[in-house]
């Protein structure tokens, strides 16, 4: 019998499935410590517990990117390992932070099903969660790959396709608890632009610029224990590039947009992304901003801003596709997220 | 007199000496998350506190190779600065995980010396053990290396050359206090298999490679504050390459077995081990292993493999020696060792 | 209105300003650990918690140049981000360490300006504090940058060049609370020599070099949340070459200095120092150093050496500038600075 896993083609997967993901992950101090030096990131309630705390948390939690790398790396062997292509996201929602010492583990069900005319791949859709040790939802969402077939003779599923928001309702946004960014620093947080100060339709070019190397972007996709084989192998492709992990890009542009959205402190729902372009070793990733919502929250002083979030690898700002309707190649990432901002 | 270290050459031995050696290291979460981050590593005790306590103790341990990287590392300003190679190892064990904020310091005392017919270097015989900061033993192996001889003149001494066994008896086997396979849960550490699906004989492709970069290797080496010169410094060679410590291929190795011995949790002896050919950044490393032998242990539900693993650099799988004994070019890497696995 | 951080230009700065750095900054053991794995660190006080109590601390502080580069990293966008050249630093002292969970936070206050004759840049002197948590001073220093003038008709300020001590009196050294050499272990250390083997004037050659790579400067830089961007960033230069920080090139060469200044445990000031030439990945630094002088300090057993280490791209050793007064072109980094060291 054969030992190793040879991951999931089209035709093995059911509407309704249940994948409980392999390998539970305890995140701590030096995950976060390995995110800031894998990323710009500034944003200051993931840099300072005492800056959390004036925000009214217990301690600085992990980045909210953390989890969702985590989680999405543990669905790796299971969903995606035979994927052709990585289609999209929807409806993501963070639950509640991810602490110090959490224990993460994840599953997926499948919710739709769609074999492609060719008969040699289909779209899989999977809801994915990630909980904690005290089996805490903390986050979940909806994400689409294109897989392919390994036996063709195999019947196509009757087709599923979940319907899916085009964006997560503000009116549902879930602050964690106990959040308040009502003695907010704009000193200490690094600018003065609060929710206010944004306009929608706003573009904001987050100026600066990374270079990226093959050993940052592997040592991060093995830190969320990714095991998709074309992220490390140079053998595979004819060209002899790695392909960089698309998380890896979100996290990198996230981290770029500090300058200019340093008060967008924490992401609580993600609306939709897409990879639109590959991102390879020595491409020199930017990131543009586009203001897309404004909403309120509950919480003391909280308001959440909906933001299109584009990674560049052309330095290219506010445009986004073509006369087609397709991205422009030098677009690396569309991410449309809502993040809490003081009013 | 010279401040700095030349390191010892082979006159410079004695057998029955004792070298303690310097720089005790506290080993934590953070190089933790490090050896996640620099190696695929995915063994279900070593990613989760949750999975460790399912397995009766109390949080994650520190990766064994973590403590056998360090510990190795405090060994090479007295042992090996001088080395022209670094020949072997047997009879390792195990004595105790390390866990989070535990000190580890290292001794060897010299057990062989035998000059070499050229007269210009020997072989060195120690055995080194580490102890945590409570004095208790955490694990003890005999290394052999070729060392230079700086004054040719000197004498050669006696040749003593220590009886070393073939393997560790699997009746002496250390098994963690409180550890137990007996509610051992294969869907979150990754794979079905259990002590009775593996045959002696048995080889398994794990499939995946790592292409490997230099950042990762000098950044890995430092991290066991190994500071052999080779592994960091262009200019001493004149193809201007640097040799990668071995322990970086058995670690990198050792991940890449997941896929296929996921449930190979814990290594408790080394048997023996080889570093057959160098290893360069460029280089993409694979593994396969064989199953050399099985054993009980008196704890529950734990078991125990015997396995050879072999990293390769080129992709070949069951191959070890040519005709003329010696190790096929392709060949980085030839490890036995016991790992504990569910029954 | 812009959002994003122009950075002040030479017009924009007054004597007497005060300027509240942002993004405060808690540094735990997952920095400790990167720290180990981007240098060759291994001065026993920073490498482990028993060694560290034997010297009187509760446990292990994080290496001074951590707190160093941390503090530093978030005056950059205050100060540096316009900045030509960093010029200097004088009258730094540690005022006490910084321990794991320890957040910083910066502020820098401006004590001199200097036009220049060409009347489009000038000279910024800033006194830089980082603070704890507790609003406890961690380290003060001077530091002058060259900026650029946005508005070349913006008038030259009056001319104010602060008297700088062209050394820190060593009876003004600042011994951490608790600590006492008296029972230091010289086998653990890693190095025999004490305070007395030291002479005013002995060179010492660190002999072993580490070649750099692009990947390591990053993570490093990044870690310091050091935002400039041309430490990340290929395209602004014509021959596409990332500059390295010049803290990266102090730590590299303080690590190095380990061999023939094991001893020399803690920085408690920096008299000066001068990043001589720029380092790029692929350069091999090396260091030496040289004794400026010996003074004692009220502690038990706790001697002071003050050093000067020169980091090195050309393996020179001893020789710092030229007859034109200028830094040789080998000569990366001067730095002028006491070491706590047993008597």
Redesign the interface.
């Known amino acids: ?1 054969a ?3 040879p991951g999931r083609f089209f035709e093995d997967y059911r509407v309704g499935q249940v994948i ?1 993901h ?5 995140v ?7 995110y ?7 944003h ?1 309630i993931y ?5 959390a705390k004036l925000c009214g948390l217990a301690e ?1 939690p992990m980045d909210d990117l953390i989890a969702f790398h985590t989680v999405f790396g543990k669905s790796v ?1 299971d969903v995606s390992l035979n994927a052709v292509a990585n289609l999209g996201y929807a409806e993501g929602r963070f639950h509640r932070p991810t602490w110090r ?1 959490d ?1 993460l ?1 994840a599953r997926s069900e499948v919710i739709g099903l769609k074999q492609n005319s060719s008969g040699k791949t289909g779209v899989v859709y999977v809801r994915t969660e990630g909980r904690n ?1 005290r089996g805490e939802l903390v986050l979940d969402y909806v994400r689409w790959v294109m897989v392919r077939k390994n036996d063709l003779a195999a019947p196509a599923p009757d087709t599923v396709v979940p319907e899916l928001a085009a964006a997560v309702d503000p009116a549902t946004l879930l602050v964690p608890e106990g959040l308040t960014f009502a003695d907010y620093d704009t ?5 003065p ?1 609060r929710l206010r ?1 944004y306009a929608v339709g706003e573009i ?8 990226i ?4 972007h ?3 996709t ?2 969320w ?1 990714n ?1 998709s ?1 074309t992220h ?4 595979p492709r004819a060209d002899g590039k ?1 392909l960089i992990y698309g998380g890896h890009v979100m996290s990198m542009a996230r981290a770029l947009s500090f ?4 008060n967008a402190q924490m992401i609580v729902a993600i609306n939709g992304g897409s990879h639109a372009n590959p991102c390879f070793a020595g491409d ?1 990733v930017r990131a543009w901003s586009e203001v897309l919502d404004v909403a309120e929250t509950g919480a003391p002083g909280v308001g959440a801003l909906r933001l299109r979030l584009v990674a560049t690898k052309d ?1 290219s700002v506010g445009a986004l596709k073509g006369a087609d309707g397709k991205y422009l190649p030098g677009v690396l990432l569309d991410l449309d997220y809502w993040a809490l901002m003081p009013q």
């Open positions: 019998m030992k190793t896993n409980e392999a390998v539970p992950r305890t701590s101090g030096g995950e976060r410590a390995l800031h030096a894998l990323y710009p990131a500034r200051a840099s300072s517990d005492e800056f600085s062997p010492g224990t583990r040790q000193v200490l947080s690094g600018e632009h100060d904001i070019d987050h100026v600066d610029g990374v270079t190397e093959e050993a940052e592997m040592m991060a093995r830190l224990q095991t084989k490390f192998d140079v053998t790695r300058n200019g959205l340093a020199t330095g």
